[in-house]
């Protein structure tokens, strides 16, 4: 099936700094799109989510956009912690379930002091 | 609510052995999904139950199974193992369909000797 693909493998940010990692996603019939953060020996952890009929959508220090006009999602986190040190994965869904999520190969995100 | 929960958490078997590993979704969540995880192919959907009826299914050999119960709770079954499966196999609950958002356990991590 189509997939879900990130565009960097590591993404090292200042303490402090705004952070953004960036998915492209290929399959233009997928209608909800989710966040994951994953620490180590850990499984994934929901972050946020928005549905195709948003292309905005704000948390709690997290903001997700989606560009559907060129299959663009990314993940915005503001004022970067130690704590937000993971990997990172944004996953599709096609709306029919038949795959379950599709998932991109994830970011890493590493803070520096 | 307490979490989705795997069990068991660790687990070393030898070419050839079968495995049987188990999840127990968040309390009112029907829909269990299972993945696997590597760092080669990173997540990859395995299969979904709902109801105790397997209702998806990914790309994966007949080798792996699986069950639901009428708690919701479900088992992943690996026959004949292969060294190939040693991964950290996930399982996640959603409340209907796998659709909706996905809430994942902390896996469990397969070593195939």
């Known amino acids: 099936g189509e997939s879900v693909g990130l565009h960097l493998p590591t993404l090292s940010v200042q303490e402090g700094d705004n952070s953004i990692i960036n998915c492209a996603y290929s399959?233009?019939?997928?209608?909800?799109f989710i966040w994951y953060k994953q620490e180590s020996g850990k499984g994934p952890q929901f972050i946020i989510d928005?549905?195709?009929?948003?292309d905005k959508r704000q948390g709690q220090r997290v903001t997700v956009l989606l560009n559907k006009t060129v299959k663009h999602l990314s993940l915005q986190i503001a004022a970067t912690q130690p704590g937000d040190s993971a990997v990172y994965f944004c996953a599709e869904n096609s709306g029919g379930g038949a795959d379950g999520l599709t998932f991109g190969k994830g970011t890493h995100l590493i803070i520096q002091p | 609510k307490a979490g989705v929960t795997q069990t068991p958490r660790y687990l070393i078997k030898t070419r050839g052995q079968q495995v049987t590993l188990s999840c127990s979704p968040i309390s009112g969540h029907r829909s269990v999904s299972w993945y696997q995880q590597t760092p080669g192919q990173g997540l990859q959907f395995l299969f979904e139950?709902?109801?105790?009826?397997?209702?998806n299914k990914g790309n994966f050999p007949g080798r792996f199974s699986g069950r639901q119960f009428s708690n919701s709770r479900s088992e992943m079954n690996v026959s004949t193992l292969e060294l190939g499966d040693s991964a950290l196999y996930l399982c996640a609950s959603s409340p209907d369909k796998s659709t909706d958002t996905q809430y994942f356990g902390p896996g469990t991590r397969l070593t195939v000797l």
């Open positions: 139950y709902f109801s105790e009826t397997q209702r």
């Open positions: 928005i549905r195709s009929n948003m």
């Open positions: 399959n233009s019939a997928s209608d909800y």
